[in-house]
């Protein structure tokens, strides 16, 4: 395609409609692609804006071209895009290079800051062209158009020549800077819908133009879809306006989504663009007849005035990723096949299909489960397996599915069998009831514990070298199976033991004051830690703590008897997380004895109960932010990476809650915590957890004192803390409100540092949010800044609960993970390349390195040399404990296997060239999932360099005439490589002219005969007369009438053959002229035979050129299917290479712990002296006691 800016390339549009009726066209569009999949995943997609603009210009002045005052954009619903740039259609009568220019920027009172400014040129054409142009690609991060006046935007265009322009159209596109997204944008379809008036209050009124017919076809990669719409209105309240796709009442009344928008609150003076939520595309189905087409409907619970300037449907496509769920198969069975004969006729039926699916059921004997599933042309293949560690197996119904048609099968779409965590697929069964008018699968879902593995730490705990280094231990499983590990990083506790000698009343500690250093590993003297002896019971000891913040005391109460010590249980409350050990020493008797007594390391456990909102940037998969706890979806928001933490950028955006999923009212009592990199400014708010009416927590800018926000009664409420906003902060609200829906009661603030210990309490405020619903994260023009963690309760947290949080969602814990998507092992965004290991033992990424945790002491002695002494069992028994079993080998990496594309054939261009019947073909078959797929495919030319003789093509094409008029023809001279059908209008001509010939034959002989009778009549009167004779003086004439009358009557017949065209020269001359038009018209004898001998050679030329075709694509085939298999076989013997050598190893390490049970078997019988039989006795009796415990472990890990 070349469409270009000059007269001499510049293109049109045209239409034909073959019945030729009345056409009414809504839109046309040019979508392009590429083949580079890493581009086309870059875009994001568009916004068509509102705007209207037809006059004169000025190259001084700017003129607003968009419609409406301001426009405002929801750039959300575009996820990671990272760009923008704008796109105008145009026209206009400049006479120079001087062009239109166009910019995005704030309205006045919003500041009227420039956002970007493109120039498109000029079209020089005295607006006879259009041009469509885009501009240059702007970073999206600085540009904001927001929903209120105080930041909503505007259009401008300015000409350098100040002549007329006419715009047509203006976009907004949008790309990411990153090629690897999840998903790739596919296309948008504009549907005809329009609506500028008032409507009814909670009433849906159709806003589209009709029926709306979708080809999905035409996007056969896409998986999911949404709709996008600009609008405005006179809303005065909170509630906004809401769209749905459905089928029309004589279709069923169907509704496949709806779409709830914000209010304008307007006027009608801002234009909203923005995006609903995207949904399943197999759900919609919106035909070309009337028992399927489809229509949109708008609804507006204020029933004001609404404007709807454009409705559009986008599309994308899931880009397909390695997900790897692990169970160890350890045996699997042939093939079988459920025989589904599925058959789909042209009209997309599959007659009797319930009957088919129910008969064909797909179940694995007990003991095993579902490994590999195939469908054929017509049926479905599968393979059983039995897997490690399967428990018990349950059955299961899914959802059942209406049925409103039994001759569609498309409703097992809607049908979806899926097992929950750490569960495989045994089997399913297709139910169905005509008379019910459902279906539904019956399946049975078997627990599995998948590969048992555990990381257990040894030895001593030490400073890791790095952020990254250091011990990773298990905190659960992940969706794959496989373990999450996480590193703490946070500050050694305060308190780790307590050193105390000589526990007496008597002794000098008595009021000593001692406190922890972390190099000598015990408590030292300083003023915050003192251990004093109650004066009332001298066996009571009180250890107490005071720092100026905090003051603890617990009593230590001992008995006389033995000394020990009974630690009351207020330690584990008071002291959350810390590791208790008291070391001291009593003397009972004269003798001294010591004490070890260590209290457990409280559990950082926080209950579920209550959790109404869970969002963590860290868990977030895909763009769509949706709450974890009550499924609330706060739009599209993509995570990126700050301080090599997971974060949505919240510094100029906001979460708000979109749709109506996910309603949830705060309580009477509740907690609010978040962790967030404050954003740094001196004007406004930093708003976090913000209602429908109210903000629970926030900050105020310019003197960055922490309160909450309330709209209902008294405004900002200080709670005199002051927030450093340059670190990450932990903050968290705990309020209590007077009644459930009061905005009067208590908010109790807590704060802490990354670098701190735990949070404690910094104020509190006499307002709360009760009552009121959730609403957004942030808010416009109050960004918080970069957030990693909210979490929200319908409870008041205690001190203890708040801290638990605070350590489980430290933004500077690491974390060891296995991302399914990719099939990486990431910490944070450091991560290896593709390694699907169960165990993370052994893997390396450029920035670490996991290796098993080690029991090393320091200790440097020669390797396999045990002591030797007296009683050598104890050396070689520690021998025996260093000898470890060689690691497993990693598997080399599996090849990655060549795809074939098959060549299409290329036929002789005379034959492709010659008419619109070559050129394309359209073909229909059946895919791999069974469904009837039509396409049109463009066959390939290739010229003829020196053919031996004139191409038969080529004498068919020169064949040529003129359509004559007199066989109903146009008098126009016939096309080049004529149709079939001007062939067939060449016959018509020539058998119109040869009846016009029979007609003029047939008036000539008509004529001929009446003329004979007039002048045979004639005769007859001519005879009649007597002769006349005249001498008067007997000398005269004789005059005879009769032969005066014949001459006359002759005379007259050649006349009348010359005048008359029935007869004579008129008959000769019609003939003449049917001849000539004969003649000089085409030949359908001629032109048939030569169109025919042309059309022979063409479909020789195709078997040929399509046999030769095949052959060498079997070629191609066969080629890569034996390199694949090479490359298959090398990666198999390198496999089963390592696994020997693997085991080669495993052999040479057991058979040295044999030689060294053998040494320490005979050392034994050496010191057992005179009793060998008794030592033998005793081992023989452990012996058998030891395989009958394995054979009963055996029998029970057994399948049959």
């Given at each position: ?6 007269w001499?390339?510049t293109?049109?549009?045209d ?5 030729g ?8 569009d ?6 580079d999949v890493a581009?086309a995943?870059m875009?994001?997609?568009?916004f068509?804006?509102p ?5 004169d ?31 105008l259609?145009?026209?206009?009568k400049?006479t120079?290079?001087l062009?239109?220019?166009?910019r995005?920027?704030r ?6 800051a ?7 040129g000029s079209t020089?054409s005295?607006?006879g ?5 885009c501009?240059q690609?702007?970073d999206l ?17 300015s000409?350098?020549?100040?002549v ?8 907004l596109?949008?790309r990411?800077?990153?090629?690897d997204?999840s ?6 379809t ?9 409507q009814?209050?909670?009433t849906w009124l ?6 709306v ?13 949404r709709?996008?719409?600009a609008f405005?209105?006179?809303?005065t309240?909170?509630?906004?306006m809401?769209i749905?796709?459905r089928?029309m009442?004589?279709?069923?009344g169907v ?5 709830q ?10 234009i ?7 949904r ?6 919106c ?7 489809c229509?949109?409907?708008m609804?507006?619970t ?13 599309f ?5 990723r390695?997900?790897?769920r692990f ?16 058959v789909v006729?042209?009209?997309g039926?599959?007659p ?16 095993s489960?579902?490994?590999?599933v ?14 490690a560690?399967?428990?018990?197996c ?5 959802p059942?599915?209406?049925v ?17 965590t750490d ?7 297709f139910?169905f009831?005509?008379g019910g ?9 078997c627990?599995?514990?998948g ?15 790095g952020?990254?280094?250091g ?9 794959s199976?496989?373990?999450?590990y996480r ?5 050694p ?7 105390v ?7 000098a500690?008595m ?5 922890y250093d972390?190099h000598?590993?015990?408590?030292v003297?300083?003023?915050h830690?003192s251990l ?7 066996m009571v ?6 720092d100026r913040?905090?003051?603890?005391s617990?009593a230590l109460h ?7 010590l009974?630690?009351?249980?207020a330690?584990a409350?008071?002291f ?8 001291f ?12 007594v ?5 559990q950082?456990v926080?209950s579920q109960?209550?959790l109404?909102?869970?969002l963590?940037?860290f868990h977030?998969?895909?763009d769509e932010?949706?709450?974890l ?11 990126s990476?700050?301080d ?8 100029n ?10 309603e ?5 009592d ?5 962790w ?5 400014t ?5 708003t976090?957890?913000h ?8 900050i105020e ?8 926000y309330?709209?209902?009664d008294?405004g900002?409420?200080d709670a ?12 968290c ?7 459930d829906a ?5 908010s109790?603030f807590?704060?802490?540092?990354a ?5 404690r309490?910094v104020?509190?405020?006499?307002r ?9 994260f942030g808010?416009p023009?109050?960004g918080?800044?970069?957030?990693a963690?909210t ?16 350590i489980?969602?430290?933004p500077q ?28 033992v ?11 945790v080690s ?19 104890k ?6 404990k260093?000898?470890?079993?060689p690691?497993?080998?990693a598997q080399?990496r599996?090849p990655a296997?060549?795809?074939?594309t ?5 036929y ?5 060239d010659?008419?619109?019947?070559w ?17 049109t495919?463009?066959?390939?030319a ?12 080529e ?6 005439g003129?359509r ?6 146009d008098?126009?001279a016939?096309?080049e490589k ?7 209008s060449?016959?018509?001509r020539?058998i119109?002219?040869?009846l ?6 047939r008036?000539?002989a008509?004529w001929g005969?009446l003329?004979?009778?007039?002048s ?9 007369p007597p002769?006349?004779e ?5 000398i ?7 032969e005066?009358c014949t001459?006359?009557?002759n ?5 009348l053959?010359?005048t008359?065209?029935q007869v004579?020269?008129?008959l ?11 003649n ?5 004898l001629q ?7 042309c ?17 060498r694509?079997?070629k191609?085939?066969?080629d890569?299917?034996?390199r ?8 198999a013997?390198?496999?089963a290479?390592?696994e020997t ?6 052999m ?11 040494k320490?078997?005979?050392e034994?019988l ?18 058998e ?6 054979s009963g472990f ?5 399948f049959?």
């Open positions: 395609v070349d469409c270009g800016y000059g001499g390339n293109c049109q549009l239409m034909l409609h073959a019945q009726i009345h056409v009414l066209i809504h839109g046309f040019f979508e392009l692609g590429s083949d581009l995943t875009y994001r997609g568009r068509d804006v705007v209207a603009y037809d006059g210009s000025s190259s001084t002045t700017w003129r607003k071209i968009n419609k409406r005052t301001g426009l405002g954009f929801d750039f959300s619903v575009y996820g990671d895009a990272a760009q923008v740039r704008g796109c259609v145009f026209t206009d400049s120079s290079a062009g239109i220019k166009v995005l920027r309205t006045d009172k919003a500041g009227g420039i956002y970007f400014e493109d120039d498109f020089w005295n607006s062209l259009i041009h469509h142009e501009g690609w702007h991060k600085d540009i904001s158009c927001g929903y209120s006046w105080g930041n909503t935007c505007q259009l401008d265009m000409h350098g020549q100040g007329p322009v006419k715009i047509y159209g203006y976009d596109e949008f990411s800077v990153a090629s997204a998903w790739a944008y596919v296309g948008r504009q549907v005809a819908a329009a609506h500028l008036q008032d009814p209050t909670n159709q806003v589209s133009k009709g029926g017919g979708l080809q999905l076809a035409d996007y056969p990669d896409a998986t999911e879809v709709a996008c719409v405005t209105d006179k809303s309240g909170s509630d906004g809401k749905r796709l089928r009442d004589h279709s069923g509704v496949f989504f709806e779409d928008f914000s209010e304008s609150y307007s006027n009608n003076g801002l909203h663009n923005a995006c609903g939520a995207w399943p595309l197999k759900l919609i189905s035909g070309y007849g009337w028992s399927n087409t229509q949109v409907d609804m507006h204020q029933g004001v005035d609404t404007d709807l300037f454009g409705y559009s449907l986008e994308r496509a899931t880009l397909p390695d997900i790897c169970a160890p198969v350890i045996s699997q069975s042939v093939a079988f096949t459920a025989e589904l004969y599925k006729s042209p009209a039926l599959w009797d299909w319930q009957y088919k699916v129910a008969d064909a059921p797909v179940m694995c004997s007990p003991g489960v579902l490994i590999d195939n469908l054929t042309s017509q049926h479905l293949e599968y393979k059983c397996g039995v897997v560690g399967l428990g018990a349950i059955e299961w119904f899914s059942q599915a209406d409103q048609d039994w001759q569609y099968f498309q409703v097992l779409g809607k049908l979806s069998v899926a097992c929950g569960a495989l697929l045994s089997g399913f069964h139910e009831s005509e008018q459902w279906g539904r699968f019956r399946y049975s879902c627990k599995a514990a590969a048992p593995t555990a990381l257990v730490p040894a030895g001593p705990r030490r400073q890791a070298a952020s990254i280094d011990m990773y231990c298990p905190i659960g499983k992940d969706e199976g496989r373990m999450r590193k703490d990083a946070l500050p506790p305060e308190v780790c033991s307590v050193v000698s000589g526990l007496q009343p008597t002794d500690w009021g000593g004051r001692f406190e972390a000598q590993a015990r408590f003297y300083t003023s830690l004093t002896q109650s004066p009332e019971d001298a000891w009180h250890l107490n703590y005071n913040s905090a003051y603890y617990l001992g008995t006389r008897d033995t000394g020990k009974n630690i009351c249980r330690v409350a008071t959350t997380g810390w590791d208790f050990s008291l070391n020493r009593t003397t009972t008797a004269g003798v001294i004895r010591s004490e070890h260590e209290m457990p390391r409280g950082h926080v109960e209550s109404v909102m869970d963590m940037a977030q998969s895909g932010v949706v709450d706890a009550s499924g609330t979806n706060f739009g599209i928001h993509a995570v990476l700050f090599g933490v997971p974060v949505w950028n919240l510094e955006d906001v979460l708000s809650k979109v749709g109506g999923d996910g949830w009212v705060v309580g009477q509740y907690t609010s915590c978040t967030v990199f404050p954003r740094d001196t004007s406004g708010y930093l976090f957890f209602t429908t009416e109210d903000a629970a927590l926030l800018a310019d003197t960055k004192h922490l309160g909450m309330s709209d209902r008294g900002f409420r005199g803390f002051v927030v450093d906003v340059l670190q990450w902060v932990f903050l609200v705990v309020g209590h409100g007077d009644t009061s905005a009067v009661g208590t109790t807590y704060a802490a540092l670098d701190q210990n735990r949070p309490q104020g509190s405020a006499d709360v949010v009760c009552g009121t619903s959730v609403g957004a808010w023009d109050q918080p800044g970069k957030i963690m979490k929200f309760w319908n409870r008041r947290l205690s001190l203890q609960e708040i801290e638990a949080v605070f489980e969602t430290h814990v690491k974390l060891l993970s296995f991302h399914p998507a990719n099939g990486l092992w990431c910490i944070w965004h450091n991560c290896t390349s593709t390694d699907p290991s169960v165990d993370p052994g893997i390396a990424a450029p920035a670490f390195e996991v290796v098993s029991d090393f002491t320091g200790q440097f002695e020669g390797k396999g040399v045990p002591k030797m002494h007296a009683d050598n069992r050396a070689l028994a520690a021998r025996l260093t000898i470890r079993a690691r497993r080998p080399p599996k296997l060549e795809g074939f098959p060549e299409e054939p290329k002789e261009a005379e034959c492709v010659y008419s619109n019947l050129r394309t073909i359209q073909e229909s078959y059946t895919d791999a999932a069974g469904q009837l797929v039509s396409r495919a463009t066959l390939g290739e010229p003829l360099d020196s053919p031996p003789e004139r191409h038969p093509c004498v068919a094409a020169a064949s040529s003129t004559g008029k007199i066989g109903g023809g008098g126009q016939t096309p004529m149709s079939y059908e001007e062939i067939d060449c016959s018509t020539g119109t002219r040869g016009k010939s029979a007609q003029l034959e008036d000539g008509v005969y003329e004979d009778v007039f045979h009549s004639l005769d007859l009167l001519c005879d009649v002769n006349i005249t001498a008067p003086m007997g005269g004439a004789e005059m005879q009438p009769e005066f001459d006359g009557k005379f007259a017949e050649s006349l053959k010359v008359n065209m004579g020269i008129g000769a001359g019609a003939q003449y002229d049917i001849a000539q038009e004969d000089l018209d085409c030949d359908p032109v048939g035979l030569a169109r025919l001998f059309d022979i050679h063409c479909v020789r030329d195709a078997v040929v050129r399509g046999d030769r075709s095949i052959l694509n079997l191609s085939a066969t890569i299917t034996n694949n298999m090479k490359a298959l076989t090398e990666w013997a390198s496999a290479k390592a050598g693997w085991l080669a190893a495993k040479d390490v057991m058979e040295e712990r044999t030689s060294l049970q053998l320490i078997i005979s034994t050496a010191a057992a002296g005179s009793a060998p039989a008794i030592f033998l006795a005793k081992a023989r009796t452990a012996s006691t030891m395989l009958n415990e394995l055996a029998h029970a890990a057994s049959s």
